[in-house]
């Protein structure tokens, strides 16, 4: 057996029917959305540390692109934990505005990529139906999938980040179930709730590594050394 054409993934380019949802509204856009259990921790860090590298590779937050998130047990209408600020600031990430909101059957189905924190949250978002399933993925399990991906298989920027954004979550699901996680661990990025500000960095860390590769494969521009 051979692994499936890890560039456009799912078809060669866009059927009439995918330039909507799935639920028929318009793909001028590109909505990620981040799940995580409150919404006050991982998912904030992840939500505001994608905006701030697509604004860091692109110097805008990309044309098109729509980075929210939210949680399964979310905390509507909190704030996002004093330590998560204070791990944004320190990437210099913008936290300033932030509030919680419950995961809703209204945010899956306008998203295009869900990540989430875990497994068992990946799970919570794909029984809720809303033909989820292809566009769900942790976001350590997506950073594994977009690794194997050929860049040069991709649309190139100047099509724009949508065009873009959506050849790469076709490409992922198509390569998903070849390239499976090394340990029953390896896919979570594990709640600091509660934690002293050092466990905070070390989610930090995690999240920033995995969210790297993403953004590259989004924008087509490496990080700045």
């Known amino acids: 057996m051979t692994t499936p054409n890890p560039g456009r993934g799912i078809g060669e380019g866009e059927s009439a029917a995918e330039r909507t949802t799935t639920f028929g509204f318009p793909r001028d856009t590109f909505r ?83 990540l989430t924190a875990t497994r068992d949250h990946r799970a919570q978002v794909i029984s809720m139906g809303h033909s989820a399933g292809l566009r769900t993925f942790t976001l350590k399990e997506f950073t594994r999938l977009v690794r194997a991906i050929d860049p040069a298989t991709l649309p190139p920027l100047e099509d724009g980040v949508v065009l873009r954004a959506r050849a790469l979550v076709r490409a992922a699901a198509a390569l998903r179930g070849w390239l499976l996680a090394p340990s029953a661990d390896a896919d979570e990025v594990h709640d600091p709730y509660g934690a002293p500000l050092p466990f905070f960095r070390s989610v930090g860390d995690e999240i920033r590594d995995a969210l790297d590769p993403v953004v590259t494969a989004l924008t087509g521009v490496p990080a700045h050394m």
Do not use: K, Q
């Open 32 to 114: 990620i959305l981040h799940v995580s259990t409150g919404n006050v921790c991982r998912s904030p860090i992840t939500e505001r540390l994608t905006r701030h590298f697509v604004m860091e590779r692109l110097g805008v937050l990309g044309g098109g692109l729509i980075v929210e998130s939210a949680g399964t047990w979310g905390h509507e209408g909190a704030p996002m934990e004093v330590n998560a600020e204070a791990v944004l600031g320190e990437f210099g990430a913008d936290a300033s505005g932030f509030t919680g909101r419950e995961l809703l059957d209204e945010h899956v189905i306008m998203a295009d990529l869900v």
